[in-house]
């Protein structure tokens, strides 16, 4: 019996990732834990911050920017987005996310994307090839996500053999898809995070329509 057990290959148990999610700001710090590969602040919505965005969907039809933003001029490189409109509230939030993205991972600078989307710009289920992302939606539906356990992950990509996310066996139940909220900041660990490889978030954007625009912010690390 000793001797079946020793000639019998041992595998390591697989370490799991959870969600780590809060109503306060510290739980983005989460990120950090080898277990965690998703970290939602679930904020609190700001009504000027919703004004100010309403206002701004109204007056842009079309908005989509990608910029190096570094950290001792955020205000400035945010300003230059928004132009001269006066979205200030919207602005400030952006300054604020900003900082903390780049307080948070001691970063000097960081790769921003903000865009009015009346498609999904990623609608299949996949991982990030990126350490680390920062999205959150101020306008319309947010990111879908599935936790590591509920995926099999040899159904990514061409593993799906053409099938649908649904129909390819990458998840067994539409139930198991969780949807983060309007506002929220959310930290997703990619595949280059060290010790995540095989790990990274799996995730996708929403449906959207020409109707229910979303307004998007993602934050990227930035060589």
Not at 46 to 57: G, T
Not at 74 to 84: H, K, N, P, R
Not at 125 to 143: E, I, K
């Amino acid at each position: 019996m000793l001797e079946s057990r020793l000639n019998t290959p041992q595998t390591e148990p697989k370490l799991n990732r959870h969600c780590a999610s809060g109503p306060d700001p510290d739980i983005l710090a989460d990120i950090y834990r080898p277990d965690t590969n998703i970290a939602i602040w679930q904020r609190t919505r700001s009504e000027n911050v919703a004004r100010s965005v309403k206002q701004f969907l109204a007056q842009t039809k079309h908005f989509e920017r990608t910029k190096t933003v570094s950290a001792r001029n955020i205000q400035s490189d945010i300003a230059s987005l928004f132009g001269s409109g006066d979205f200030s509230a919207l602005a400030d939030d952006v300054v604020e996310v900003v900082d903390m993205f780049c307080y948070l991972f001691e970063l000097e600078r960081t790769g921003l994307r903000m865009a009015i989307l009346n498609r999904a710009m990623c609608p299949r289920f996949h991982v990030d090839n990126v350490p680390c992302r920062l999205v959150t939606t101020y306008h319309g539906a947010a990111t879908e996500w599935l936790a590591h356990h509920s995926v099999d992950r040899s159904k990514l990509g061409r593993g799906s053999n053409g099938l649908t996310d649904d129909e390819s066996g990458l998840y067994l139940d539409s139930k198991e898809i969780n949807q983060v909220n309007r506002f929220d900041l959310v930290l997703i660990k990619g595949e280059k995070w060290e010790g995540n490889e095989g790990a990274g978030l799996v995730h996708r954007s929403p449906e959207v329509t020409e109707a229910n625009k979303r307004l998007f912010l993602s934050l990227d690390f930035s060589i």
